[in-house]
């Protein structure tokens, strides 16, 4: 069974750089044909779809975020991880990483960031 952990500060101050750890279990990151990716969902809005990593390490960046945003992985711990710059109060959200294999199969439970001074 493959778990998905969504782990990092909950709070971030506007201007500094929010950064969430999603660890795996029951599954290596680097299986051919996985997408391990990040999402999002402000306070009363839909998903918004942010970056991914796929199993051979390259990624790919929503159009909107690509100009702060940063996904890296550690193969040796089986995590990924997302760094998004320069955050302001609207990149407030629940972030969830979830595995792509066609659609999205596994997801975290999710982890709440607000961005307040």
């Known amino acids: 069974q493959v778990q998905l952990q969504e782990s990092g500060p909950g709070l971030v101050k506007p201007s500094q750089t929010l950064s969430l750890t999603c660890t795996v279990s029951g599954g290596s990151i680097t299986t051919s044909g996985y ?3 990040w999402i999002r969902q402000p306070p009363g809005k839909g998903l918004e779809w ?3 990593t796929a199993y051979d390490g390259s990624t790919y960046y929503s159009s909107a ?3 702060r945003t940063s996904i890296s992985r550690d ?3 089986n995590q990924f991880s997302l760094q998004l710059r320069s955050v302001t109060p609207e990149d407030t959200a629940v972030y969830y990483c979830a595995r ?6 596994y997801w ?3 982890t709440q960031v607000t961005v307040s001074s």
């Open 35 to 37: 997408h391990w990716t």
């Open 50 to 52: 942010i970056g991914v």
């Open 65 to 67: 975020l690509v100009s």
């Open 75 to 77: 193969t040796s711990k």
């Open 100 to 105: 792509k294999f066609g659609a999205f199969d």
């Open 108 to 110: 975290g439970q999710g």
